[in-house]
């Protein structure tokens, strides 16, 4: 699967995850509305807005990008039946031709740890006597993953990378102002977020494709450019998503170094930037009807951003 | 909620968490046949097999223990289906008077981190014009929280534990071979862990109940006493969560200074040590169609070993 992404990165030149990341103040009213009206003000009627929405937005941009990524919290606020848009909005954009990052931050040891696996990039078996049946739950292409349990809450993931051609992203250095509270705290000179990398590197040594990139990616937030740069060369072979451009101030001009020379490594995120485009002034033009066509044209200017300033044309 | 979990294991005499992490293999055969009767080799048919048994365990275990702490990632690998019964399984432990951790281990930023916490402990507000309806997901009295991404990750589960009265177990030092690689490394001589213990006690320093202990519990692993001993005394205030009992290695005698000079301030978890007790030796006599008074039984010899060794009598 990470070779499906490389691949598909370098057909479109678009180094690109849309987020999908729907809350209901992004939603166009008149898709609320809808549901409101046949569900009421329930859960069910935002889980059938959220789907309505992405639908919108997977149509408008599935052949520009490679890639989206839901944020199943958005989808469990709205429990069972959020989640069941979810899993709706996964198989959609896969039958689209994206691929499918999950971003479900999951992170636990042992047998917990195996469930979550199994749930979001592989499969449950269900045994009786001599019938076996396997089963998917979330069903993801890749999913994030918290490294603060160290190996035992990764190597469960890294089965399913293997047995299931998945992969995943392990949070590294997040994209939020506090993140060094933690992460950035010095061991002998080193910080954590570099430990990480290193681990990184370990988990994902036996996992590289034919892209030359590894099934085990790295989360390294867009809003501290310098470590992205370091990192970049601390982990030549991992592919890395990364969070923060846009809504959270990063643009093309502070990511040059998250790629590497051959203009590949990076996947770029944006999330309310593009789903919610139709809402900023630059693209007002759209109004709520054109949602999905505002979120088209803000991808194809994210695109061009990048072109012209991390990986050429 | 913090008080009356406090509370009720004062009077039960009990400082025991049971936790409810069904796999398929514990479930007695009579009770997964059944069910593969109705619904085939299904996820629904695992979902209903899981709260069956969860029932059996709760009803022969809520007069004797203040809580239960369902992990999540068991019912997910099940999909929706198996989120449901991890609903009704909170919903059933709640009505016969237990209070219920949410062993969930969510951890993100920002708006993604709002929408956790109102899964988890808190509320979601769907609005039409001057409608509005608030609605709950999963609806636990406590939640477990990863602290990897700093303070940004907390503050909205702090908001609903102020809102809601509800509660969270931030982990801090966790029970598994491989939590040293990053919760242990030194910073100027400090472990991580001890950061993050910092943290705790400041996230819960406005939060503090009648009983005094503070809404923000911490994550601390049996399988390290004298980490346990040092933490309990960097945060006097805070109710530990303690996994890592029976099944992985610890017993009573190395959990005593886990506790504070009161007697309180630790909850102890056993999940397969009670749930699968009727696979044990020991109590292979009360055999499969008794596991649920197998679980029982192994609860009362629990409680007796931390009556011993921690708390008194």
Redesign the interface.
């Known amino acids: 699967m990470i070779d499906t992404l490389v691949n598909r990165i370098k057909e479109l030149n678009a180094p690109i995850c849309v987020g999908l990341?729907p809350?209901?103040d992004f939603v166009p009213g008149f898709i609320?509305?809808k549901a409101?009206g046949s569900h009421g003000?329930?859960?069910k009627?935002?889980a059938e807005a959220f789907f309505e929405f992405n639908k919108g937005i997977i149509d408008a941009v599935y052949d520009i990008v490679p890639s989206v990524k839901p944020?199943i919290?958005?989808y469990?606020?709205?429990?069972?039946e959020?989640?069941?848009a979810y899993?709706r909005t996964c198989e959609y954009a896969k039958e689209k031709g994206l691929v499918v990052i999950g971003d479900v931050?999951?992170?636990?040891?042992?047998?917990?740890?195996r469930?979550?696996a199994?749930?979001h990039i592989g499969k449950?078996l269900?045994?009786?006597g001599e019938?076996?049946?396997e089963?998917?739950?979330?069903d993801a292409d890749f999913a994030t993953v918290?490294?603060?349990?160290?190996?035992?809450?990764i190597k469960e993931f890294l089965r399913c990378c293997k047995e299931y051609d998945k992969g995943i992203f392990v949070?590294v250095k997040?994209?939020?102002?506090?993140?060094?509270?933690?992460?950035d705290?010095?061991?002998?000179g080193t910080p954590?977020y570099e430990?990480?990398a290193d681990?990184v590197n370990e988990w994902g040594s036996e996992l590289i494709g034919e892209s030359g990139y590894s099934r085990v990616g790295a989360v390294v937030g867009a809003t501290y450019p310098e470590i992205g740069k370091k990192l970049r060369l601390i982990m030549p072979k991992t592919l890395f998503l990364v969070p923060g451009y846009g809504a959270q101030g990063a643009t093309g001009k502070d990511l040059k170094e998250y790629f590497n020379d051959d203009g590949l490594g990076a996947v770029i995120n944006s999330s309310r930037g593009i789903i919610a485009a139709y809402k900023k002034e630059e693209y007002a033009g759209f109004s709520e009807e054109g949602f999905a066509d505002a979120a088209r044209q803000a991808t194809v200017d994210m695109i061009k951003d990048l072109q012209d300033n991390c990986i050429g044309r």
Chains 1, 2 share one sequence.
């Open positions: 990341d809350v209901p609320k509305e409101f003000l329930t859960k009627a935002v944020q919290a958005m469990e606020e709205f429990g069972i959020g989640l069941d899993i931050k999951r992170g636990d040891i042992g047998s917990t740890s469930a979550y199994n749930a449950a269900i045994k009786s019938r076996v049946e089963v998917s739950a979330f918290n490294p603060y349990m160290g190996s035992d809450g949070l997040t994209s939020n102002p506090s993140s060094g509270e933690f992460q705290v010095l061991v002998d954590v430990l990480v681990k």
